[in-house]
């Protein structure tokens, strides 16, 4: 099984802030990547696929970057709309999803 | 619009069974590989199962192998989720997911709104 694990678990950011999460495979699983938001309550939302591309209607302030094992999330200015959870998933071997990374208010 | 809702959720005994269904609406449900994912309380995302556009390939996680079946009937837009002997650590809540197509094949581009199910004696 593919394991993913995402630092941190828990960030504390401020609006405005540039925020990156990390995103790390138990092996190479090339650039099949995603990235999901998901906010209390509420199913997740796909952000960014194959590593990098943006989701349609996913504003342009996201973005990701990385290949193998290896991948981060940017939120290049942080609005308060993007205070949530995020997750990101393997799908080179089945699926996979990392822990999650709560972004939260300073 | 592209929607997805689930439903049959509810409180079940251990031991007990229970069936999920999810209707599509506003794509091509019958061209469309679907999931399902389950999400613990206060806990992360776990894949559960995952069905072709025709039914014919089939996986599940090693979690509920044996024990939870999924399928599909693609003239009624549903996909369901069969659970039979259900544990305290099934408790969560199921969503569905529609597969997405081309460069965003298998990501998980349309999701129902979830529904809850409870395991407890």
């Known amino acids: 099984d593919i394991q993913m694990t995402q630092s941190p678990s828990t960030l504390y950011a401020s609006v405005g802030d540039r925020l990156t999460i990390t995103c790390r495979a138990s092996?190479?699983?090339?650039?099949?990547l995603a990235w999901y938001q998901q906010k209390p309550g509420k199913a997740p939302k796909l952000l960014i696929y194959k590593a990098s591309s943006l989701e349609g209607g996913v504003p342009s302030r996201f973005s990701g970057s990385g290949s193998g094992t290896e991948f981060t999330l940017t939120i290049s200015s942080l609005l308060p709309d993007d205070f949530a959870t995020y997750y990101c998933q393997q799908y080179n071997f089945y699926w996979t999803f990392g822990q999650g990374t709560r972004v939260e208010i300073k | 619009q592209v929607q997805l809702v689930e439903s049959g959720g509810g409180v079940v005994h251990p031991g007990r069974s229970l069936r999920l269904s999810c209707v599509a609406s506003?794509?091509?449900?019958?061209?469309?590989?679907m999931h399902w994912v389950r999400q613990a309380p206060g806990k992360g995302l776990e894949w559960v199962a995952f069905i072709s556009y025709d039914g014919n390939n089939k996986n599940y996680a090693d979690s509920v192998k044996g024990r939870f079946t999924i399928s599909r009937d693609n003239s009624r837009n549903t996909l369901y989720l069969q659970m039979n002997s259900l544990r305290a650590e099934d408790t969560a809540v199921y969503f569905c997911?529609?597969?997405?197509?081309?460069?965003?094949?298998?990501?998980?581009?349309?999701w129902g709104q979830g529904t809850k199910v409870a395991v407890s004696s």
């Open positions: 506003g794509f091509t449900f019958s061209s469309s590989a």
């Open positions: 997911a529609k597969e997405g197509h081309a460069t965003k094949f298998q990501t998980f581009d349309v």
């Open positions: 092996q190479s699983i090339n650039n099949w």
